[in-house]
């Protein structure tokens, strides 16, 4: 009859224990920090942003558009006022999608408005002010059918805005 193997017990004391036990720990933090560590993607620009930069592109056309057409200057200074207050809506909403709180205060990664916004070479003629107007009226219509609710709405309104200018205001 065979001899019987002896099985190799392995024992462990509290000791190996809790080290095994406190490298799991430590593997599992190291393992979780890591991923806080790894460059993260910027997030994509607001897509208002560009329509903010033409509403402040087109006041400034405007207002230089004033200065060839005197006898427009009623509509002229309408239209940049307008264009305007379409910018500062938009600056609003951009404010708000990237979380300006109700009390007012901001956060630190907050998209800040164009500093630098074209002005035209020249004064422009009306009718360069038109085809601005009715880039300005296309872009609007076309970014807010790819949106919804409150800023497919604003766009909506801007663009119908911008159509008005170039048909009555400047017809």
Do not use: N
């Amino acid at each position: 009859m065979p001899t019987p193997v002896p099985h190799a017990r392995s024992t462990m004391d509290r000791r190996a224990a809790l080290r095994l036990a406190g490298s799991a720990a430590v593997a599992a933090t190291a393992a979780s920090t890591a991923g806080c560590f790894r460059q993260q993607p910027p997030p994509a620009p607001d897509p208002l942003l560009a329509q903010e930069l033409s509403a402040r592109t087109d006041v400034l056309w405007a207002k230089a558009a004033a200065t060839l057409a005197p006898d427009h200057t009623a509509a002229l200074t309408l239209i940049a006022a307008q264009r305007g207050e379409h910018a500062d809506a938009l600056r609003t909403e951009i404010d708000r999608a990237a979380g300006v709180y109700h009390d007012g205060t901001r956060p630190s990664s907050r998209t800040p408005p164009p500093t630098d916004v074209p002005g035209p070479p020249t004064p422009p003629t009306l009718t360069a002010l038109r085809d601005q107007l009715t880039g300005s009226q296309r872009s609007a219509a076309d970014l807010a059918v790819g949106l919804s609710g409150f800023r497919a709405g604003l766009l909506a309104s801007v663009s119908a805005s911008c159509a008005t200018h170039v048909a009555v205001l400047l017809g």
